[in-house]
T-cell receptor
Framework: AQSVAQPEDQVNVAEGNPLTVKCTYSVSGNPYLFWYVQYPNRGLQFLLKYITGDNLVKGSYGFEAEFNKSQTSFHLKKPSALVSDSALYFC??????????FGQGTRLTINP | ETGVTQTPRHLVMGMTNKKSLKCEQHLGHNAMYWYKQSAKKPLELMFVYSLEERVENNSVPSRFSPECPNSSHLFLHLHTLQPEDSALYLC?????????????FGPGTRLTVT
């Protein structure tokens, strides 16, 4: 069965520092990987995706993610965090014909 | 977030009530989805529609009944719900059901069953 794990329920980072939100996946076949962000009282917003090609994917708001096939990971990163990045982040994976599966989410808090 | 709209934003209903959630997408997409989001749990996919045809129903109780009259509109009809059905219900759409397409979400309906 497909699964996505986000091992950290909460990540705290000081403003201006780099941030990483971790994600590992288990799917059959080639993985299609996504990151979404959810601000309070809002739906999920698409940030970026990996389908094929370069392992480093760039997305919205300065975020990027690195696909690592050997470690089955797709960690979200940003070089310099902003207070406005504080939100709930979801990793999701799709294994071709199977349905999109989401992780439990990681709450990111950026401290001024 | 004007791409996908949901109404109402908040709904409180008794266990014997009947209500409906509405979703509309203005993106010209061909696939629409209903998700349930509960605290500290992964999003649960409930239903998938592709070109107005239901293509997936993930063991959802019959007290939830979806309807997709056209590719822009999606409804979730609710009746005789249970308190554990209280959650945020999210609608989403995508260009197609192909795995490579990202989904666009509405703001959700916060449902409370009393």
């Amino acid at each position: 069965a497909q699964s996505v794990a986000q091992p950290e329920d909460q990540v705290n980072v000081a403003e201006g520092n780099p941030l990483t939100v971790k994600c590992t996946y288990s799917v059959s076949g080639n993985p299609y990987l996504f990151w979404y962000v959810q601000y309070p009282n809002r739906g999920l917003q698409f940030l970026l995706k990996y389908i094929t090609g370069d392992n480093l994917v760039k997305g919205s708001y300065g975020f990027e993610a690195e696909f690592n096939k050997s470690q089955t990971s797709f960690h979200l990163k940003k070089p310099s965090a902003l207070v406005s990045d504080s939100a709930l982040y979801f990793c999701a994976a799709h294994g071709g014909a199977q349905k999109l599966v989401f992780g439990q989410g990681t709450r990111l808090t950026i401290n001024p | 977030e004007t791409g996908v709209t949901q109404t109402p934003r908040h709904l409180v209903m008794g266990m014997t009530n009947k209500k409906s959630l509405k979703c509309e997408q203005h993106l010209g997409h061909n696939a629409m989805y209903w998700y349930k989001q509960s605290a500290k749990k992964p999003l649960e996919l409930m239903f998938v529609y592709s070109l107005e045809e239901r293509v997936e129903n993930n063991s959802v109780p019959s007290r939830f009944s979806p309807e997709c009259p056209n590719s822009s509109h999606l409804f979730l009809h609710l009746h005789t719900l249970q308190p554990e059905d209280s959650a945020l219900y999210l609608c989403a759409s995508s260009r197609s059901r192909q795995a490579t397409y990202e989904q666009y979400f509405g703001p959700g309906t916060r449902l409370t069953v009393t």
